[in-house]
């Protein structure tokens, strides 16, 4: 059973759609992080959210964290080819020094 | 070197066969983590030190897999008698301190297991 459940798993998509990927839990975190991984290296830290309702934005790219932190969105508007990826969610607070990471969406953006 | 390195960045060994994987975090990073990813997934948490220590060791998957830290550096991943199940990219990271929000991680070791 995942702690933390990401959907979709698999996304392709054109290059200028909009998407959202999410990140659902049943249980309260004290955080939670983004990370993009692309092929070949290791995953690479976008943004923490950590207070219930927080949103963020880097460039095209929105992160939520839900206002019962439980759950957070990621949505990228006009997607580029670049973006293409792993986006992974990770929480803490689960257990000291124990990080938990959701199994991944990938993403595809064709030109 | 500012990042987390690995070595060696792939490996190929035939079933049956121990290999050890290296990491070098962070200098100053006290928390050190060892995943296992399988092709087009996400991050599996094999093993964390805090310092040299291992508080939480719940996701080695058998006990052919073992994992020390010394000087609170270096750490090496130790498989014993690999069996094909066992390819995938094994990715170290470090932090600050354990339960530190922010992992920096390598560029992974890939294993071949034949």
């Known amino acids: 059973t995942q702690l933390l459940e990401q959907s979709p798993q698999f996304l392709s998509i054109q290059e200028g759609e909009n998407l959202t990927v999410y990140c659902n839990s049943s249980?309260?975190?004290?955080?939670l992080q983004w990370y993009r991984q692309e092929p070949g290296e290791g995953p690479v830290l976008l943004v923490t959210v950590v207070t219930g309702g927080e949103v963020k934005k880097l460039k095209r790219l929105t992160f939520q964290f839900g206002d019962a932190r439980k759950d957070s969105s990621l949505h990228i508007t006009a997607a580029q080819p670049g973006d293409t990826g792993l986006y992974l969610c990770e929480a803490g607070g689960t257990s000291y020094g124990k990080l938990t990471f959701g199994q991944g969406t990938i993403l595809t953006v064709h030109p | 070197g500012a990042g987390v390195s690995q070595s060696p960045s792939n490996k190929v060994t035939e079933k049956g066969k121990d290999v050890e994987l290296r990491c070098d975090p962070i200098?100053?990073?006290?928390?050190l983590y060892w995943y296992r990813q399988r092709l087009g997934q996400g991050l599996e948490f094999l093993i964390y030190?805090?310092?040299?220590?291992?508080?939480?060791k719940s996701g080695l998957p058998s006990d052919r897999f073992s994992a020390e830290r010394t000087g609170e550096s270096v750490s090496t991943l130790t498989i014993q008698r690999t069996q094909q199940e066992d390819s995938a990219v094994y990715l170290c990271?470090?932090?600050?301190?354990?339960?530190?929000?922010?992992?920096?991680f390598g560029p992974g070791t890939r294993l071949t297991v034949l």
């Open positions: 030190f805090q310092g040299n220590s291992a508080p939480d």
């Open positions: 200098s100053g990073h006290t928390a």
């Open positions: 249980s309260v975190f004290s955080s």
């Open positions: 990271a470090s932090s600050l301190q354990s339960g530190d929000n922010e992992q920096f």
